[in-house]
């Protein structure tokens, strides 16, 4: 079993209790205008540049798929394929300073847009006792979340907006199947918090 991971964070206190590792999947459902990792939207690694790590030294021939010529972090893509194993590792590695309460947050993109590789994931963080959380948009069927939850210890889910119509206008789809999948955890036996980022202009009213 094998996914794309744009990123693997070590040592995070943002993401869930404790410290915690934190494993970015690649691809998203959604399109908000605000978001801080849109690299993550794509549902393949594409090219990515940055132009502050480039010393000019011409191995690439600037050409943006080229980034197995760059040495200093310009040319890279937006993820890599890793192995369930690959992840496990990365993520026993971390463990002692699991101990407080802390352990591993599955994010994105969307990780429940890749939901056999992360269902693998979850049920390997259940058998070895580490604490698994998700940070969702709860945007898929119910049987994908039905699918998971039985393998969580956390669920942060992000409800970006209550009024439909703005929410397909700023984030590309409407929210009524976030919100019947919220009305389905109302009574399940998995921690969940909801979460709204706060944007001006955008969902800073009263609705």
């Known amino acids: 079993m094998k996914g794309l991971v744009t990123q693997i964070l070590r040592g995070s206190f943002h993401d869930g209790p404790g410290i915690r590792t934190v494993v970015f999947l690649q691809g998203c459902s959604m399109r908000c205008q605000w978001c801080h990792n849109p690299e993550t939207w794509s549902f393949e690694p594409f090219p990515l540049f940055y132009p502050e790590n480039c010393t000019a030294c011409g191995k690439c021939g600037g050409m943006p798929e080229k980034t197995d010529q760059c040495r200093y972090g310009a040319r890279v893509f937006s993820s890599r394929t890793y192995s369930v194993e690959e ?93 019947r999948n919220i009305m389905f955890l109302r009574d399940k036996n998995v921690p969940l918090i909801i979460r709204t980022p706060v944007i001006r202009g955008v969902n800073d009213d009263d609705i």
Request: aromatic fraction near 8%; hydrophobic fraction near 40%; charged fraction near 25%.
């Open 87 to 179: 992840v496990m590792d990365m993520i026993r590695a971390d463990q002692p300073f699991y101990k407080n309460g802390g352990g591993v947050t599955f994010s994105g993109g969307e990780p429940c847009c890749q939901p056999e590789f992360l269902l693998e994931l979850l049920k390997r963080c259940k058998q070895e006792n580490i604490h698994a959380a998700i940070e969702t948009n709860l945007n898929y069927p119910l049987d994908t979340l039905k699918s998971i939850l039985p393998w969580l210890d956390l669920l942060m889910a992000d409800l970006k907006i209550m009024d439909a119509e703005s929410h397909r206008k700023y984030t590309g789809v409407s929210n009524s199947q976030i919100m």
